[in-house]
């Protein structure tokens, strides 16, 4: 098998479900979690799963404590995925030596909920930690032997089984796949709107002629409202003008206006201005403010000679001309701003819209060429995964065999939906994978949901992992009471199966049964204090007699039985030669 470097290294658990401190040592090989019921075994598998990106439970933080806490010390290959999307998230590993490093991941869940991830020694959303988990670990518990018995996770073991090569392909045929389905929706998108955005177009070139023919000016509403004004009032605005220039300068009257005062005024102080020299800068301020009011009287003047005679005949003009303007703004406004803006953008619009015919044509290409594009690949794929289930088929059934199932046979069907009908086809293919147990020659092969036991499941559910192990290998492998179900000869081939599988990858079990601690290179036992919790004390590496204990434990209950002790001792024995 191939050789699989890396693995987790330490896991530290603090206040989870019934552990209050706890540090369990792993490191490569088969370890085997063991314990009473009750003890906190399966609290193991719930922190794995925590640093892995699972869901936090709340219920799982210790009565008493305000939040749970995990951290788990990988070794992981220096250049490669996993360090790449640890310093994608800001965090770093340490170097071990050329080839390997050292990743630290952590979990804390508190009692109100709140979750925080750090990953490498900065935090992370907890999303970073289930993209690392999918890389590093594969965990099968009890849920994952009736997942097992999904269309979608029997495709994706073939997958995985049919190896790199075919992953490649895939990952083609995705691309190929999304690009199509993406260009057929704007296509029917296009089509179907098609008539509308005609109108919309047919709309607009009416809109833009209209307003181009009457041409409106930026600010011409307002200025247009102060004509109007003017001219509504213009008779009015003549009296006032011409009253206001009699009072300054009386051209056509004798009466007292406001130059004849103003000239009264300067003569008299010039008069007197000798005998007393303070009067003259009050006469010279007079004679400024005379020619002020007679320049002012000019103005007045020129604004009445400047009046239009005929301003009733320019009123009418006006306000057509504000009528139209207000018809545009009604249509197109809210603003003449937004009627003129209309008329700038709607030349852009309009080749958007015209464009539509060109896009269609395009879109109508691509699709088309992708659609046979999609069909070739598929059929590929189809042909790629024919040949990997047969391939599967064979070595999960000569797995089954060494499991205590000898007379059972894997049948892995692969079956197409309709070739030419491309909605039948998905991401992944048109192909349908059904994994089948045959019992016993002469029966029918049955679907694993409908023909095959919980303990069947177990035995089947590794035989594929230790099978797909060969062609897709993964750092470490987790099981949750793989053996649930099984006992005596198969329970002993499942722990030599797992040792099997341990050659190429770090493999953790939680068992109950001694024919599968048995084979393990490091075993642990987890026990509970007398007041009911798990300390750090509590979780302990088993070498020599200890560990001969705990598997006559196992295999009788009584750990200092002699008969048990003996039994122990040659089942480790046993399992020992085996590995040899």
Do not use: C
């Not at 896991?11 to 370890?31: K, N």
């Not at 690009?179 to 607009?204: G, H, K």
């Not at 004679?287 to 009123?315: K, M, N, R, V």
């Not at 039948?424 to 059904?434: E, F, H, I, L, M």
């Amino acid at each position: 098998m191939t050789e699989v470097r890396g693995g987790i290294e330490e896991i530290s658990i603090r206040d989870l479900g019934v552990i209050a401190d706890a540090s369990l040592p792993l490191g490569p090989g088969f370890t085997a979690i063991t314990g009473e019921t009750g003890a906190g075994k399966t609290m193991v598998v719930s922190a794995l799963g925590l640093l892995l990106g699972e869901r936090a439970d709340t219920g799982a933080v210790r009565l008493g404590s305000t939040q749970a806490w995990v951290e788990g010390r990988w070794r992981v290959p220096s250049a490669g995925d996993v360090v790449e999307r640890v310093r994608d998230a800001g965090g770093d590993v340490d170097g071990i030596d050329a080839d390997e490093s050292e990743l630290v991941l952590s979990r804390s869940v508190s009692a109100e909920g709140r979750s925080r991830a750090v990953v490498g020694g900065r935090s992370a959303p907890v999303a970073v930690l289930t993209e690392l988990g999918e890389q590093l670990v594969v965990v099968h518990g009890q849920s994952d032997q009736i997942r097992l018995r999904s269309a979608i996770a029997q495709r994706a073991a073939l997958d995985r089984f049919a190896g790199p090569a075919f992953a490649a392909a895939l990952d083609t045929y995705e691309q190929v796949f999304h690009r199509w389905r993406d260009n057929r929706a704007e296509l029917d998108e296009l089509v179907a709107d098609q008539d509308r955005r005609a109108r919309e177009a047919e709309d607009l070139r009416i809109a833009m002629a209209e307003i181009e023919s009457i041409a409106p000016q930026p600010g011409e509403d307002d200025e247009l409202a102060e004509r109007a004004e003017r001219l509504t009032n213009l008779e009015e605005l003549r009296l006032a003008a011409a009253a206001a220039r009699e009072l300054l300068s009386a051209e056509e009257s004798e009466g007292a206006d406001a130059l004849g005062l103003l000239d009264n005024a300067r003569r008299q102080l010039e008069r007197v201005a000798p005998h007393d020299s303070a009067l003259q800068p009050l006469a010279d301020s007079v004679t400024e403010a005379g020619y002020l009011i007679s320049d002012i009287a000019a103005q007045l003047s020129t604004y009445l000679a400047a009046l239009d005679a005929d301003g009733a005949q320019e009123l009418e003009v006006v306000q057509e001309r504000r009528a139209e303007l207000a018809s545009l703004v009604r249509k197109y406004g809210p603003t003449l701003d937004d009627v003129i803006r209309t008329l700038e953008t709607g030349s852009l619009r309009l080749l958007e819209l015209d464009g539509d015919a060109d896009r269609i044509d395009e879109l109508s290409r691509e699709v088309e060429e992708d659609a046979a594009l999609v069909r070739e690949l598929a059929a590929g794929l189809s042909a790629e995964r024919t040949t990997a289930a047969a391939r599967l088929a064979e070595a999960v059934s000569e797995e089954l065999s060494a499991l205590a199932m000898p007379d059972a046979r894997i049948v892995v069907e692969v079956t197409q939906r309709d070739a030419d009908d491309l909605t039948t086809y998905s991401a992944t293919g048109r192909d349908q994978v059904a994994i089948l147990l045959q019992p016993h020659p002469g029966a029918e092969p049955r679907p694993l949901g409908k023909g095959a036991s919980g303990g069947e499941l177990s035995r089947v559910m590794l035989a594929i992992e230790v099978v797909i192990a060969g062609s897709d290998p993964v750092p470490t492998f987790i099981f949750d009471e793989v053996d649930a179900g099984v006992g005596g000869a198969s329970a002993t081939e499942i722990g030599r199966r797992l040792a099997r599988l341990a050659e190429s990858a770090q493999v953790i079990v939680v068992t109950h049964l001694a024919q599968v601690a048995a084979f393990a290179n490091n075993h642990l036992t987890v026990v509970k204090g007398s007041d009911g919790a798990v300390t750090a004390s509590s979780v302990r590496r088993l070498d020599g007699d200890e560990r001969i204990a705990e598997m006559a434990r196992l295999l009788s209950g009584l750990p200092d039985s002699d008969s048990g002790l003996a039994h122990a001792r040659e089942l480790v024995e046993l399992a020992a030669a085996a590995r040899r």
